[in-house]
């Protein structure tokens, strides 16, 4: 009974956590979280690659 239990909650775990709005929820998180470290970073290596995008398209002072 104990074996069965955990097998019916994997598979209800499994299909809440691989469904398309979760994925598409994590997606969309992670994709904003790098722009928004690419783009208002204080590294040099990241600030610099990123300087000139910055200021042509988000109008952001840096300096």
Excluded at 14 to 21: D, F, G, V
């Amino acid at each position: 009974m104990a074996n069965f239990s955990n097998s019916a909650a994997l598979q209800k775990t499994a299909s809440i956590t691989l469904s398309k709005p979760v994925q598409v929820t994590l997606y969309m998180l992670l994709s904003s979280l790098v722009i928004w470290t690419a783009l208002f970073s204080t590294y040099p290596a990241a600030h610099n690659t990123a300087h000139s995008l910055r200021h042509h398209t988000l109008g952001v002072a840096c300096h």
